[in-house]
């Protein structure tokens, strides 16, 4: 079993930043691809950071520049620094990790999710 716990959501104004952290605990082999999503209200949920096990990370086009995704394997916790916030920036964000919790199993887990308002 294998729980993800996140933090640093809040309600900022518009140029400001936030980090947002998430912790993956439990029965946890190895760890792939750890992300961060987006959802606003009446759109599709969508990709906004991830990065590998190596280190390797790709961002949404809307937020490059702005935001860095990074890791720390040793506390499996993935982060995502947000500056330069925009209203448009305001969504419920979710941490996806992919884990190898046994040599026949891979799956995703997701965040129970996190609001993040900015106001203008």
């Known amino acids: 079993q294998v729980q993800l716990v996140e933090s640093g959501g809040g309600l900022v104004q518009a140029g400001g930043s936030l980090r947002l952290s998430c912790a993956a605990s439990?029965?946890?082999?190895?760890?792939?691809?750890m992300g961060w999503y987006r959802q606003a209200p009446g759109k599709q949920r969508e990709l906004v950071a991830a990065?590998?096990?190596?280190?390797?990370?790709n961002y949404a086009d809307s937020v490059k520049g702005r935001f860095t995704i990074s890791r720390n394997n040793a506390k499996n916790t993935v982060y995502l620094q947000m500056n330069s916030l925009k209203p448009e920036d305001t969504a419920v964000y979710y941490c996806?990790?992919?884990?190898?919790?046994?040599?026949?199993?891979?799956?995703?887990?997701w965040g129970k999710g996190t609001l993040v308002t900015v106001s203008s």
């Open positions: 996806n990790v992919n884990i190898r919790q046994s040599s026949i199993i891979v799956m995703n887990y």
């Open positions: 990065i590998t096990s190596g280190g390797s990370t």
């Open positions: 439990g029965s946890i082999s190895s760890i792939n691809t």
